[in-house]
């Protein structure tokens, strides 16, 4: 008697519990399609998104940082509707770390991709009063220290 009660309500638990998986499983085939954008629908997606009069700053930190998680620099002129997103908003700090996140997204090609990318941005950081890393001197460590075997005419008593 037991055995079939107990056989009964564990048949009745599974099929309770296979209907969600079943739905769940229907939701994500649902959500996944194919579909493929194109560089230029990309770049004119997040141009229009940034140059939206009405963007908060929730929303163009949210769009900078799924811009910077991807596997990619952002076009220019992605980078100049951002930093005049940046400027509607009055948030100088935010447009400084945007350009800090493009130079390090340069990875090992920073040499040559972002003086490219300073050169396209050129006239809109000029327009906007916007500094790069380099004239607000971010580009060097401020308090880094020179090594104690590197320091000059250090002497003993010195380190004392």
């Not at 008697?1 to 769940?24: K, N």
């Not at 085939?29 to 997606?45: I, L, P, Q, V, W």
């Not at 229009?48 to 811009?67: G, Q, S």
């Not at 220019?76 to 509607?88: D, E, G, H, Q, S």
């Amino acid at each position: 008697m037991f055995r079939l009660i107990s056989g009964q309500l564990s048949q009745a638990f599974r099929s309770i519990l296979e209907l969600p998986r079943v739905q769940a499983l229907a939701v994500v085939r649902r959500g996944s399609h194919n579909e493929c954008e194109s560089d230029a629908d990309f770049d004119s997606r997040y141009e229009a998104y940034f140059n939206r009069p009405d963007i908060d700053h929730w929303e163009a930190r949210k769009a900078m940082n799924d811009l910077f998680g991807m596997d990619l620099i952002p076009d220019p002129k992605i980078m100049v509707a951002a930093l005049r997103a940046c400027r509607r908003l009055n948030d100088y700090a935010l447009a400084i770390r945007f350009l800090e996140a493009a130079k390090d997204r340069c990875g090992d090609q920073v040499g040559t991709i972002y003086p490219y990318l300073l050169q396209e941005l050129r006239p809109t950081l000029c327009e906007l009063g916007i500094e790069t890393l380099e004239e607000l001197g971010y580009d060097k460590p401020e308090l880094a220290m020179k090594h104690y075997l590197d320091m000059e005419n250090i002497s003993h008593h010195d380190s004392m």
